[in-house]
Nanobody, 114 residues
Framework: QVQLVESGGGLVQPGGSLRLSCAASGSIFSIYHMAWYRQAPGKQRELVAAITSGGSTNYADAVKGRFTISRDNAKSTVYLQMNSLKPEDTAVYYC????????WGQGTQVTVSS
């Protein structure tokens, strides 16, 4: 069983930056493949970025070059650095862990607006 708690969301102007954090507890963090998803109002949840237990990463085309996913196994935390934010990045962002079973955090709201 894994518990995931996201933080770092908020309101930011277009072009600004935010860093999301997801703290995990309850299991051996290093073995989990981690990811960030997002869900905008009226839309399906979509994958934003993922990082494997070995550190390989992949990104949605919409965020390539602007977002960076990373992990700190010593702190059992995964991060999402978001730069050059756009209004279309507005969504609830969810942390996800996958190893045999899948786990979700409660989500954190990111709003990009002037």
């Amino acid at each position: 069983q894994v518990q995931l708690v996201e933080s770092g969301g908020g309101l930011v102007q277009p072009g600004g930056s935010l860093r999301l954090s997801c703290a995990a507890s309850g299991s051996i963090f290093s073995i989990y493949h981690m990811a960030w998803y997002r869900q905008a109002p009226g839309k399906q949840r979509e994958l934003v970025a993922a990082i494997t237990s070995g550190g390989s990463t992949n990104y949605a085309d919409a965020v390539k070059g602007r977002f960076t996913i990373s992990r700190d196994n010593a702190k059992s935390t995964v991060y999402l650095q978001m730069n050059s934010l756009k209004p279309e990045d507005t969504a609830v962002y969810y942390c996800h862990a996958n190893y045999a079973s899948r786990y979700w955090g409660q989500g954190t709201q990111v709003t990009v607006s002037s």
